[in-house]
């Protein structure tokens, strides 16, 4: 059990680009999960996934954003367009059902410039 | 809707002091609470959790919290702080589901000498 991976750890941009992050989950963990937490606030919630399938998106999750996971296993979360609001830390998470709690990744922190 | 108060922002202790970190909940059923811990630039790790049973539960690193049904309390305690102890701490609910759960803005904790 290598925890929930997170790359990369930090990224920087420029507004108007694209960026694409991934999430290798625990592996037994069939439920994946993204989170964006700005800075002061706790993470909030923007989608999950239960194998391939991606069972609830957030309304914070705007037409810039789109996450998969095309295999059940790692997942990727990209965001088009970027702007300067989407400046954030981007946690992923996995667990085998809501009742036991996530594990959390390092997570990947975004700046947009 | 679910929420998660965590009225303390800030809070000071010496080290070697007892510690009690606030958290009030909204939901109209039995919740899952969580209380986890982010150390800075890091992921979340999960202290401790409460789905049914013992109201009172302990977790990682000395910690332990109590669900309080009629005051939609789940504050989490340690005896004795240790230096090592400082970090931002977050309260979380889930709801039946289990598919998302709702944090609070979390309590930072410094701990002085």
């Known amino acids: 059990d290598t925890g929930v991976s997170q790359n990369p750890r930090h990224k920087i941009t420029k507004r108007g680009q694209n960026v694409t992050f991934r999430c290798d989950p625990i592996s037994e963990h069939n439920r994946l999960y993204w989170y964006r937490q700005t800075l002061g606030q706790g993470p909030e919630f923007l989608t999950y996934f239960q194998n391939e399938a991606q069972l609830e998106k957030s309304r914070l999750l705007s037409d810039r954003f789109s996450a998969e996971r095309p295999k059940g296993s790692f997942s990727t979360l990209e965001i088009q367009r970027t702007e300067q609001g989407d400046s954030a830390m981007y946690l992923c998470?996995?667990?085998?059902?809501?009742?036991?709690?996530?594990?959390f990744g390092s997570g990947t922190r975004l700046t947009v410039v | 809707a679910q929420s998660v108060t965590q009225p303390d922002i800030h809070i000071t202790v010496s080290e070697g002091a007892s510690l009690e970190l606030r958290c009030n909940y909204s939901y109209g059923a039995t919740p899952y609470l969580f209380w986890y811990v982010q150390s800075p630039g890091q992921g979340l790790q999960l202290l401790l959790k409460?789905?049914?049973?013992?109201?009172l539960v302990q977790g990682i690193k000395g910690f332990e919290a109590e669900f309080k049904r009629s005051q939609s309390s789940f504050n989490l305690r340690k005896p004795s702080v240790h230096w090592s102890d400082a970090a931002e701490y977050f309260c979380?609910?889930?709801?039946?589901?289990?598919?998302?759960?709702?944090f609070g803005t979390g309590t930072s904790l410094t701990v002085i000498p």
């Open positions: 998470a996995s667990n085998t059902g809501g009742i036991y709690g996530y594990t």
């Open positions: 409460y789905f049914s049973g013992d109201t």
């Open positions: 979380a609910v889930g709801a039946g589901t289990g598919n998302q759960f709702y």
